[in-house]
């Protein structure tokens, strides 16, 4: 493997990974609010998904005019589109907890954010779960557009290759997008059938 390959994964996972984490955490939070602010869950999933149906290049483009040309760029869009399925997903699970779960854990005297933490979040875990390995594999697809605002990553050599109309670069950029996106899908989703099991 090339030099210039290893740096092109290696940035092309960074920013993904960063956009991916920052996404989690602020879809499970969002998610959470939706469910517990009944009158805001409509608008927070409207916005989630307006956001997922805007053009990349379009949005790319106007968050370029905010933050400018580089990674930072790639990273804010990257979080806005893998937002909508893991503020689903979280919304869904923590609505599909058995209502008769929730009312033993409030018998048992727990709290609203007792109940949230020890109850509703570990049994509707493996759909957020679900929600982020999404979010994941879809970012490593929609990375390799950040080289068209200055950003780092596989999209570079995907497009040299184009100006240069050598099928070999392309070919180098784009397959280990679709081998890290294969192995990351086939990882997650073992995760998530043991996930499954667990809260059965």
């Known amino acids: 493997m090339s030099g210039a390959l290893?740096?092109?994964i290696l940035e092309h996972m960074a920013i993904v990974s960063i956009a991916v984490l920052i996404s989690s955490v602020l879809g499970i939070i969002m998610g959470i609010i939706a469910y517990w602010v009944r009158f805001l869950?409509?608008?927070?999933?409207?916005?989630?998904?307006?956001?997922?149906?805007i053009p990349s290049l379009a949005l790319l483009a106007l968050l370029m005019i905010i933050f400018g040309l580089g990674d930072i760029t790639m990273i804010v869009g990257l979080v806005l589109y893998a937002l909508l399925p893991i503020v689903s997903n979280t919304y869904t699970?923590?609505?599909n907890v058995s209502p008769h779960l929730k009312d033993?854990?409030?018998?048992m005297g727990m709290s609203k954010?007792?109940?949230?933490?020890k109850v509703e979040i570990p049994l509707s875990f493996p759909l957020i779960f679900s929600g982020i390995k999404i979010a994941l594999v879809?970012?490593?697809s929609v990375a390799v557009m950040g080289v068209l605002i200055g950003a780092n990553g596989l999209g570079t050599i995907i497009y040299r290759g184009i100006q240069s109309r050598n099928m070999e670069n392309i070919l180098?950029?784009?397959?280990p997008v679709v081998v890290?996106?294969?192995v990351f899908d086939f990882g997650m989703s073992k995760i998530e059938k043991q996930l499954i099991k667990r809260t059965k």
Request: charge should be neutral; avoid cysteine.
């Open 6 to 8: 290893l740096e092109g």
């Open 41 to 53: 869950d409509s608008v927070i999933l409207w916005v989630s998904e307006v956001l997922q149906t």
């Open 93 to 95: 699970g923590l609505k």
């Open 104 to 107: 033993a854990a409030r018998g």
């Open 113 to 117: 954010m007792q109940r949230l933490f």
């Open 138 to 140: 879809n970012s490593l």
């Open 172 to 175: 180098t950029g784009a397959i």
């Open 180 to 182: 890290m996106a294969l």
